[in-house]
């Protein structure tokens, strides 16, 4: 088993990652993918990943009139969610589409569509991820943004390898990492509406839910599906 540890930000010129690699997954512990487990344990009936934000409008206004648009940073009118796990949590989705655009890990999975397979990770479905790329031959692993996404991947790689990794201590790296700090202390203060105080207790929240995301081209979005 050959596992391929690379930066999204070290992919955005690759052309042939479709051709070199039987499974992606796409790491973003804070927050895109925490965040998107929480959408689908809230009965959400669809989850769509778009590029970037003016592709999300254009998309709800000619295919989804329906959707609920989610985004990160500063709030939008456009944008009923916020990227916030925290905030998903108190809702109910049952049946809704969501369309969510995130700065790194949305953003990430596009960039490797083109492989056959792209799993989507943080914690929340951590175990589950690791099962699947037990099953792979040759696996493209992409933290997309800091050292709380290192440490996932540095979970993932043990376990699809059979190794032994202290959870314990990759949790406290997510809460030490940058994105760790700045989440709790966004969280905490309501000059940032875009983040709720529970964000990154449920970050370090392992495996609430049980299935890998699997992200399939929808045109040019990326629809996630549970495996």
Same mark, same amino acid.
């Given at each position: 088993?050959?596992?391929?540890?690379?930066? %999204?930000?070290?992919l955005a010129?690759?052309? $042939?990652?479709?051709? @070199?690699?039987?499974? %992606?997954?796409?790491?973003?512990v804070?927050?895109a /993918?925490?965040?998107?487990?929480?959408?689908?344990?809230?009965?959400?009936?669809?989850?769509l990943?778009?590029? @970037?934000?003016e &592709? %999300?409008?254009?998309?709800?206004? *000619?295919?989804? #009139?329906?959707?609920?648009l989610?985004?990160d940073g500063? #709030?939008?009118?456009?944008?009923?969610? #916020?990227?916030?796990?925290?905030?998903?949590? +108190?809702?109910?989705? &049952?049946?809704?589409?969501?369309?969510? *655009?995130?700065?790194?890990?949305?953003?990430?999975?596009?960039?490797?569509?083109?492989?056959?397979?792209?799993?989507?990770a $943080?914690?929340?479905?951590?175990?589950?991820?690791a099962?699947?790329?037990?099953?792979?031959?040759?696996v493209?692993?992409?933290? &997309?943004?800091?050292?709380?996404? @290192? %440490?996932?991947?540095? /979970?993932?790689?043990? $376990?699809?390898?059979?190794?032994?990794?202290?959870?314990?201590?990759l949790?406290?790296r997510?809460?030490? $990492?940058?994105?760790?700090?700045?989440?709790? +202390? =966004?969280?905490?203060?309501?000059?940032?509406?875009?983040?709720?105080?529970?964000?990154?207790?449920?970050?370090? =929240?392992? @495996?609430? /839910?049980?299935?890998?995301?699997?992200?399939?081209?929808v045109?040019?979005?990326?629809?996630?599906?549970v495996r």
């Amino acid at each position: 088993m050959l596992i391929d540890v690379r930066h %999204a930000d070290d992919l955005a010129s690759e052309e $042939s990652l479709g051709e @070199d690699y039987d499974l %992606a997954v796409v790491v973003d512990v804070i927050r895109a /993918f925490t965040v998107a487990a929480w959408v689908l344990r809230q009965g959400a009936g669809r989850l769509l990943f778009a590029p @970037d934000a003016e &592709t %999300a409008i254009r998309a709800r206004d *000619t295919r989804f #009139p329906d959707a609920l648009l989610m985004k990160d940073g500063a #709030p939008d009118p456009h944008f009923e969610l #916020p990227n916030a796990p925290g905030s998903i949590a +108190e809702l109910k989705l &049952t049946g809704k589409t969501v369309l969510q *655009t995130t700065g790194n890990g949305t953003r990430g999975a596009h960039v490797v569509r083109e492989v056959p397979v792209v799993a989507c990770a $943080s914690f929340a479905n951590a175990t589950a991820t690791a099962r699947l790329m037990a099953g792979q031959e040759c696996v493209l692993l992409v933290p &997309t943004e800091g050292d709380e996404d @290192d %440490a996932l991947a540095d /979970f993932l790689t043990a $376990s699809a390898e059979g190794r032994h990794v202290e959870m314990g201590r990759l949790l406290e790296r997510v809460a030490e $990492s940058a994105a760790g700090v700045e989440c709790l +202390e =966004r969280g905490l203060d309501p000059a940032f509406p875009g983040f709720h105080p529970r964000d990154l207790e449920l970050a370090q =929240r392992v @495996d609430v /839910f049980n299935h890998a995301l699997i992200a399939q081209p929808v045109g040019d979005l990326l629809e996630l599906k549970v495996r």
